[in-house]
């Protein structure tokens, strides 16, 4: 059964207070005329206690940020978020329900990520109680359940993005974190609204291989840093080896066949692309040109 959040019924407490002290005083000038008069006025003065002990006990303090949930006799009688000094119906059990913002830290799990790695993963969900209602009667529990929910989302989540992707502009966990924490907070959010609660971020805070392909993971993405490194210097070799070849013969400086400027780009490409130091060999003419 889902209930409707709603404002209990609650007095001033200042003037209830003033009221607690008038029936003290009447509790007392009761008292004092039964002695001296009459012993019947005892009863009123025995009523006029149990009035002043509900007055006192309907005394309740909200602080900032906090609220109460008044249940009366086994049925919802209202919720308190305002906070201030208040009276209230003193036979009403009052539960506290935090309104504060909270953080909880997942843990660890593995998990498969959409590649059938092992992965291990973790978040961090920071939430807050807006329904008092949903919170406390709707959930057993609404931090265990909050708690269970984060787990079962960030499963999940895992299961439809590779660790890295493979492939040029394809989404992965580690490729486009805040889509990822956007999805993962947006999935909270469906699962906790039957809970009263609001998800203010989801964020993943740890992300790594499995231990046992974790080393295997690591030589693979250093092989593909490799290749893409090796790819820009070729294409940037290419780009400086056209470009002198074209200024050769735009200048005039020196008129080359087909032969030697397969040479020249050739012995060019080495000098830029070799990862150690290139030692050129000077020619100084042929003797017996």
């Known amino acids: 059964m889902n209930h409707q959040e709603r404002e209990a019924f609650k007095l001033n407490g200042f003037i209830m207070l003033l009221v607690a002290l008038l029936v003290l005083v009447l509790m007392g000038i009761t008292i004092w005329l039964a002695y001296v008069t009459t012993p019947v006025l005892f009863v009123l003065s025995v009523l006029l206690f149990l009035v002043e002990l509900l007055i006192l006990i309907g005394f309740v303090m909200i602080q900032p940020n906090d609220s109460r949930v008044l249940t009366f006799f086994g049925k919802y009688a209202g919720s308190i978020k305002e906070n201030g000094f208040y009276w209230v119906n003193p036979l009403a059990v009052r539960e506290k329900v935090s309104l504060k913002i909270n953080n909880f830290n997942s843990e660890i799990i593995k998990v498969n990520d959409a590649d059938g790695n092992p992965i291990l993963i973790a978040a961090v969900v920071v939430w807050r109680v807006v329904d008092t209602t949903k919170a406390l ?144 060999v000077l020619n100084t003419g042929s003797l017996y040109s």
């Open 137 to 280: 009667f709707d959930v057993d529990d609404y931090e265990e359940f909050i708690e269970i929910q984060s787990e079962t989302a960030i499963r999940s989540l895992a299961s439809k993005y590779p660790y890295d992707s493979n492939k040029d502009q394809s989404p992965s966990l580690r490729s486009v974190p805040e889509v990822v924490a956007e999805e993962l907070r947006k999935e909270l959010q469906e699962r906790m609204d039957q809970a009263g609660v609001e998800i203010l971020e989801a964020r993943i805070n740890h992300l790594a291989y499995a231990p046992e392909i974790a080393q295997a993971m690591l030589r693979r993405q250093q092989a593909r840093a490799v290749i893409m490194a090796r790819k820009q210097i070729v294409e940037g070799a290419m780009g400086m080896v056209e470009m002198a070849l074209q200024r050769l013969e735009d200048n005039g400086v020196v008129q080359l066949d087909e032969e030697r400027k397969a040479a020249m780009a050739n012995n060019l490409l080495v000098a830029l692309v070799s990862e150690s130091e290139t030692h050129p």
